[in-house]
């Protein structure tokens, strides 16, 4: 059997599990990171990175890696649906921070890999690839570290003061800690496919139908990241094959069809679902949650990497102080816990209000309808989604002016 006694074990290479390892391992901690797919790995995702995530690249020195190996720029977010289109663009609103705005867009498979060659590349971090974490370690009621293991069948029992579940939606360390609850009301299923040989510019497309949608996102080599999101209970009466299923839906959103013409330039359509889920802890007596571990709402805001990051930066400075300060304890997690109530919390709620809209057709309908008429709105809707600008932001009503005072006959469309 493997052993090791570490600072901090963590659950997960995605992007919160990666970055959380390189930021504690550049702090001094000793760093082990469990993961059990096989990298370079493909993840069901948009593929969109938000504008605010480009800072937190830099200061993880990734940025220029990123953008070398292909990353396209994301100027904007055009959402179509029952015969409306409005493009909203990043551009400078309210205390947006970015100067240049704009979002990028690249393959998880090389995103991820990337990330995490940044992490080991620290030499603080004990990587054990293709290990599957199975348990968690405790004595006297706290969180000692967790079971894993390997592909050649073999276990390994990692201690350490703190244990992190950095394990995404399906997260089996929040299962473990008994705090993972599925939200029923948004039973959703995604079906994610890479499409070639398609017109493009340098904007996301979002084509909403009645309870459902696909997002799109140009990404590196000339693919299109292309997801359906659907009700998984409407995926499963249609009874077809995840391509069939796609296929067929693509009907529902002519401009994307018209431009997407059969048969079909991709080789596989992967799926996961149920998507929505909520965690009523993130940090227990020698442990803590981050990024999608933590829940999930829905895709359709694109901000899941950034959270991811944002989640590992908050919590690497509570880890450090915590160690610093010999503590396991939860209470010396509540720097963590105040941060994502500050700064993450407010975006999840915004989530849960949107996916309240978008589940009434008529809502959205008229919704999509209004920022049509006034794209000053649709720049402000995309901004505020791709955390270009902070929630509180829309408290200031000069935002708002510059919103309603860009009409759409004033503006040629990109
Ligand atoms: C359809 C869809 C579209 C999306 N589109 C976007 C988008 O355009 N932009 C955006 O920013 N976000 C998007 N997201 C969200 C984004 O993918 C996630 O928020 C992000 O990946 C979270 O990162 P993470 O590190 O928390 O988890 P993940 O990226 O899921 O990483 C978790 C890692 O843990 C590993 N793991 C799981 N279980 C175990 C175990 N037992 N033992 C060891 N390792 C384990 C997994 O293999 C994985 O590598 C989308 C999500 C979906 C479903």
């Not at 001094?28 to 605010?52: H, M, T, Y």
């Not at 060659?117 to 599957?132: D, I, P, Q, W």
């Not at 399906?170 to 299923?189: F, H, I, N, T, Y």
Request: a positive charge; proline letters at 5%; glycine letters at 10%.
């Amino acid at each position: 059997m493997v052993e090791r006694d570490v600072d901090v074990v963590i659950a997960g290479a995605g992007p919160a599990g990666s970055t959380l390892a390189q930021r504690l391992a550049l702090a001094g901690r000793r760093v082990a990171l469990v993961e059990k797919r096989r990298f370079p790995r493909a993840k069901v995702c948009g593929e969109f990175l938000s504008p605010e995530c480009r800072p937190l690249f830099a200061e993880l020195g990734v940025l220029d890696a990123i953008v070398a190996h292909g990353a396209r720029r994301v100027r904007g977010l055009e959402l179509h649906g029952w015969e409306h289109s409005a493009l909203g663009r990043y551009g400078p609103l309210g205390r947006a921070t970015s100067e240049e705005p704009h979002g990028l867009a690249l393959r998880r498979e090389v995103l991820d890999e990337l990330l995490l060659e940044r992490a080991l590349s620290t030499g603080g971090v004990e990587f054990f690839a293709e290990t599957a974490v199975l348990g968690l370690i405790r004595e006297n009621g706290a969180v000692r570290g967790l079971v894993a293991r390997g592909r050649d069948g073999a276990t390994c029992e990692l201690r350490a003061r703190f244990t992190v579940g950095a394990d995404g939606v399906r997260s089996r360390v929040a299962e473990e800690l008994g705090v993972r609850e599925p939200l029923a009301w948004l039973d959703k299923l995604a079906l994610s496919a890479h499409v070639v040989d398609v017109a493009w510019n340098d904007v996301a497309e979002v084509h909403f139908f009645d309870r459902g949608y696909f997002a799109c996102a140009p990404v590196d080599g000339g693919r299109v990241c292309v997801n359906l999101v659907v009700d998984r209970a409407a995926y499963r009466a249609a009874a077809l094959a995840p391509h069939e299923y796609f296929e067929r839906l693509l009907e529902r959103a002519p401009k994307l069809r018209e431009r997407v013409r059969g048969p079909l330039g991709f080789a596989r359509v992967t799926g996961l679902g149920p998507l929505a889920f909520r965690t009523t802890a993130q940090t227990f007596d020698g442990a803590a949650l981050v990024g999608d571990a933590c829940g999930y709402i829905d895709p359709v805001t694109g901000d899941g990497v950034f959270l991811a990051l944002r989640g590992a930066r908050l919590l690497a400075v509570a880890l450090d102080e915590a160690l610093s300060a010999g503590r396991i304890d939860r209470a010396a997690l509540d720097g963590y816990v105040a941060g994502r109530k500050r700064e993450l919390a407010p975006r999840t709620v915004a989530a849960k209000l949107l996916q309240r809209a978008l589940a009434h057709p008529r809502v959205s309908r008229s919704a999509l309808a209004v920022l049509d008429a006034r794209p000053g709105l649709a720049d402000l809707a995309v901004a505020v989604a791709g955390d270009q600008l902070p929630l509180s932001d829309l408290l200031r009503p000069g935002v708002w002016r510059r919103a309603f005072a860009r009409r759409r006959s004033t503006e040629p469309r990109a």
